[in-house]
């Protein structure tokens, strides 16, 4: 799950400066579960703005804000009130904002800063352990990601700053190797942890990626095309 946070309302004025009729686009999964782009911050969002003199003149949640085809449906089947639009306002993460991009040649403003992939703990409870490098290796490290969750991002550890069990940059969190040497006991795979890896290799994903089908079980991928 993409965890975003709201952009403060300021700055999202500054962005619509010129802009009178305003279509509000949220996201039905992420931004939803975030509380950034759900029904409810559509509704307040649309609120703020009209307080500010701004007319809304459409808003949606969509199923799923990153889905191009669901947004272009959405702006499709009410193409006559969106036409009216000046700009439109996404809130959502950047995918969710650049499907938006895809789906109209008018003004499209961010409403959320995206800022990371989240497993969930629980409701409003996120934690990142995953950063899409594109190689995965934590099969050598008890399937917990060293590069994500140790604060310093050590193959080979761990530092000299662990603190029983805690990391030292933050005190709260716990130490990443910690874990990974206490998995690995648990399995029985205690000689993974004298494993010398080499340095992360960060140029097997290629920016922007993407993944295209070439036919039944053919995928390719590589830099957008």
């Known amino acids: 799950m993409i965890i975003s946070q709201k952009k403060p309302f300021e700055e999202i004025l500054e962005d619509l400066e010129g802009d009178t009729k305003i279509v509000i686009i949220g996201c039905g ?3 939803t579960a975030t509380r950034t ?8 969002m649309k609120a703020q703005l009209e307080e500010e003199g701004k ?6 949640v969509v199923h799923t804000g990153c889905h191009e085809l ?6 499709r089947q009410n193409k006559q009130v969106v036409a009216e639009a000046d700009a ?3 809130l959502s993460c950047g995918a969710g904002t650049q499907a938006c991009r895809a789906a109209t040649d008018k003004h499209v403003v961010p409403g959320c800063d995206p800022l990371f ?4 703990q629980r409701s409003m409870d996120f934690l990142e352990k995953c950063s899409h490098c594109g190689a995965c290796v934590i099969d050598d490290y008890g399937a917990i990601c060293p590069i994500t969750r140790c604060a310093k991002g050590l193959v080979n550890g761990p530092c000299g ?3 029983h069990g805690m990391c030292e940059v933050d005190p709260e969190m716990p130490c990443a190797w910690t874990l990974i040497h206490e998995q690995l006991k648990k399995e029985g795979r205690e000689d993974k942890r004298t494993k010398l890896h080499e340095p992360k290799d960060w140029n097997v994903v290629r920016r922007p990626a993407a993944i295209v089908e070439r036919g039944p079980g053919k995928l390719k991928m ?3 095309e």
Request: glycine fraction near 14%; include cysteine; charged fraction near 30%.
């Open 37 to 44: 782009g759900g029904e409810p911050e559509v509704a307040e």
């Open 29 to 31: 999964e992420c931004a």
């Open 117 to 120: 992939l989240g497993n969930i």
């Open 88 to 90: 439109f306002l996404v």
């Open 55 to 60: 007319e809304v003149v459409f808003t949606d």
């Open 161 to 163: 700053g662990t603190n």
């Open 222 to 224: 590589g830099s957008e």
């Open 70 to 75: 669901d947004v272009k449906r959405v702006l």
